[in-house]
């Protein structure tokens, strides 16, 4: 089995960060939130709705309220332009041309795709990176209360990666959307959730705030995962000062300690 004997509740602007080895449930956790699978047993709630439900209580999320992002988003891109792709989705909401057509150039451009170069070329034509910005752009053009997003900054440069995170961060603080991101880079964590869950074999491992389980390196390694750099940075700086030196450190005060120790 996959997941088994995973309770949670989500709050309504969450920015929760899910982790864990591989193998251990995150994909299925999200295609259960999606209500993509149903549950062998128990429930999945959203919004009063029992998504996924058995046969014929299966109820699907109202539409465009779930944004859901697969991990390899490349593969569900299958119109014959990039604008075709990311506007497919306003368009079944229903949207009049004009105003999908806006969504979907406005997320296109905040993921780094400038229309007038990308609009008319065929995703087939992208590389793996570039399809997968199409695809997290089709997702943002349905503005969805609910953000699932699978390894999104896989196969994405570092500079594409920060840019990625901080429109999340953007659309989380200006439109309330909740998200949940699943990732393996902890500074990204570090940066982006306020929440982290972690699972081990289909169970839950941990969930707390983000801060707090980011600064137990410990608790990181036992899931085969590396504590954010600040983190580790400060280790060492405790053990260099021999005194100890605060958990999750800012970069400003990272560079108050290096400091010191230059003077010690
Ligand atoms: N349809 C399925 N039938 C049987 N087992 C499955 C199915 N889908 C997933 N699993 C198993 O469930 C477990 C969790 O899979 P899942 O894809 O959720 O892992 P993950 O944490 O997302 O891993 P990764 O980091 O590789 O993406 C794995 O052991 C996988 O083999
Ligand atoms: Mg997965």
Redesign the pocket.
Known sequence: M?LSDVSLAIRPGERIGVT??????????LELLAGLKPPASGRVRHDGRELGGRRRRRVKPRPGSIGLAL?SPENCLFESTVLADVEFGPRNLGLAAGEARARAEAAMVSMGLAPARFSRRSPWSLSTGEQRRVALAGVLAMRPEVLLL??PTAHLDPATRQELIGRLLEVNADTGATIVM?GHDMDEMARFAERLII?ED?RLAADGPAAALLADADLLRAHGLEAPATVRLGMMLAAALQRPVPALLSEAAAAGYLRQLAEV
Do not use: P, R
């Open positions: 996959a864990g080895a591989v193998g251990s449930g995150k994909s299925t956790l991990q699978d390894e699943v699972l289909g």
